[in-house]
């Protein structure tokens, strides 16, 4: 439900291209042109201090997406980098950069068929993708900080399903879905928790 509604607003909402990048603003929230313009400044960090990075980036990541909460996420169908507003407008570049480095590892291994289905698949992608966008961050002025935080930052697991489900919820909720929707998108995860859950999976 999520991924159809990401794709029709998708069509229908704000947008800019620049640079061969395009840039959405999922919840036509008004902030196009500071997602564009951040976006594209961290960007041109990327090219300047990994240029081999980002030519591969470009051909990975497409798009750039904002919502208006519920944390941030590589979408597949939609070949975009989706985050949210508070997050986009509380990064530093530097910060945003990295993160760019990470949503992109991620759009370069599901290119190759490693999409994290199970959680134990998620682990291991969400670890590969973190210590690409910690080296990336090793590799700015004075980033050696920037790039502990970022490994630090496994210490929480942001990618098992609970987690993912809260999230989920935060972002539906921002999207204005009425609240019977919502509470069909909760019952199709609960039956789903169940049954990856029961004995022989």
């Not at 989706?82 to 910060?95: H, L, W, Y």
């Amino acid at each position: 439900m999520r991924a159809l509604l990401l794709r029709v607003l998708a069509w229908t909402c704000p947008r800019r291209e620049e640079r061969g990048f395009q840039f959405i603003d999922l919840g036509a929230s008004g902030l196009l042109e500071s997602l564009a313009n951040r976006s594209l400044e961290a960007l041109s960090l990327i090219e300047t201090y990994d240029p081999r990075r980002f030519a591969r980036l470009k051909r990975d990541l497409k798009r750039f997406a904002l919502i208006d909460g519920g944390g941030e996420f590589y979408h597949h169908g939609l070949g975009a980098y989706v985050m949210d507003a508070g997050n986009m407008q509380a990064r530093s570049i530097p910060e945003l950069a990295a993160a760019i480095v990470h949503e992109a590892t991620h759009a370069r291994l599901a290119r190759f068929g490693f999409v994290g289905a199970k959680v134990a698949e998620r682990d291991r992608l969400e670890r590969i993708c973190t210590e690409a966008e910690a080296q990336f961050a090793a590799r700015l002025p004075g980033g050696e900080a920037l790039a502990k935080d970022i490994r630090a930052k496994l210490a929480t697991r942001w990618w098992t399903n609970d987690a993912l489900h809260s999230r989920r919820l935060e972002q539906l909720r921002a999207s204005g879905l009425p609240a019977w929707l919502i509470a069909i998108y909760r019952r199709l995860f609960s039956r789903r928790h169940n049954s990856d859950e029961s004995p022989g999976r």
